[in-house]
T-cell receptor, first 111, second 116 residues
Framework: GQQLNQSPQSMFIQEGEDVSMNCTSSSIFNTWLWYKQDPGEGPVLLIALYKAGELTSNGRLTAQFGITRKDSFLNISASIPSDVGIYFCAGLSDRDDKIIFGKGTRLHILP | DSGVTQTPKHLITATGQRVTLRCSPRSGDLSVYWYQQSLDQGLQFLIQYYNGEERAKGNILERFSAQQFPDLHSELNLSSLELGDSALYFC???????????????FGSGTRLTVV
C-alpha cells in the first residue's frame, strides 16, 4: 500500500534555530498536507500544497511540493518554544479520497 | 476550534472490557474518519463512514466496530480490550481546502484510552 516516510523521526534544537524535515513516498500524490499536533490535542492543518514545485509559506513555516510529486519538505525558521510538537506530512492521491499520514517528526526545543 | 467534538476526553478501563467512543463531526459534514495513534506511532486509519454508510476500512481489528447514525454522529466500539489498545483515538471530518477542489481533514481533540 501507499506509505509516507518522514524524517527525521525526532529533532532536538536550540530556540532560534531553523528546522527542516521531509517526507517521501514511492507513490505520486496530488496534494501534500502538513499538520502539527500539540501535546494532548488533535493534529491541526498548517499548509496545503497542490502543484508540483509549489512553495507555500504560513508565517515562519515554508513547505514545498516536490517536482516528482513523491516528496515534500517543511522548513521552520527561527524556532520558538511553541513550535514544539509532532509534525505530520500527509498525502492525498487520486486513487481514493483517503489521506495517508507519515509517522511524524517530533520537534523538541532545548532551553 | 475544529468543530469536531469527541467524548470522553479520557477513559481508563480494564482488559477484557468494552468501551464506546463518540464523535460529532463538523456541522453539515457527512464524513467521519477514525484514527488510532499509539505511543510513538503515527496516525493509523481505522475506518471511514459517509452519510451512515461504511466507505473505507483501514487497519481496524475485528474486535473494533463503528457506526454512523442518522444525525451523523459516529461511535467507535472497542471490545475485549487488550493492553495494546491503549492509544489516542481521533475522529476527523472533511474540510474543503481553499484554492482547490480537494478536502483535508479537521481533527477532534481525541479520546485517550488507557487499558489497565
Amino acid at each position: 500500500g501507499q506509505q509516507l516516510n518522514q524524517s527525521p523521526q525526532s529533532m532536538f534544537i536550540q530556540e532560534g534555530e531553523d528546522v527542516s524535515m521531509n517526507c517521501t513516498s514511492s507513490s505520486i500524490f496530488n496534494t501534500w498536507l502538513w499538520y502539527k499536533q500539540d501535546p494532548g490535542e488533535g493534529p491541526v492543518l498548517l499548509i496545503a500544497l497542490y502543484k508540483a514545485g509549489e512553495l507555500t509559506s504560513n508565517g515562519r513555516l515554508t513547505a514545498q511540493f516536490g517536482i516528482t510529486r513523491k516528496d515534500s519538505f517543511l522548513n521552520i525558521s527561527a524556532s520558538i518554544p511553541s513550535d514544539v510538537g509532532i509534525y505530520f506530512c500527509a498525502g492525498l492521491s487520486d486513487r481514493d479520497d483517503k489521506i495517508i499520514f507519515g509517522k511524524g517528526t517530533r520537534l523538541h526545543i532545548l532551553p | 476550534d475544529s468543530g469536531v467534538t469527541q467524548t470522553p476526553k479520557h477513559l481508563i478501563t480494564a482488559t477484557g472490557q468494552r468501551v464506546t467512543l463518540r464523535c460529532s463531526p463538523r456541522s453539515g459534514d457527512l464524513s467521519v474518519y477514525w484514527y488510532q495513534q499509539s505511543l510513538d506511532q503515527g496516525l493509523q486509519f481505522l475506518i471511514q463512514y459517509y452519510n451512515g454508510e461504511e466507505r473505507a476500512k483501514g487497519n481496524i481489528l475485528e474486535r473494533f466496530s463503528a457506526q454512523q447514525f442518522p444525525d451523523l454522529h459516529s461511535e467507535l466500539n472497542l471490545s475485549s480490550l487488550e493492553l495494546g489498545d491503549s492509544a489516542l483515538y481521533f475522529c476527523a471530518s472533511s474540510v474543503p481546502l481553499q484554492g482547490s477542489g480537494d478536502y483535508g481533514y479537521t481533527f477532534g481533540s481525541g479520546t485517550r484510552l488507557t487499558v489497565v
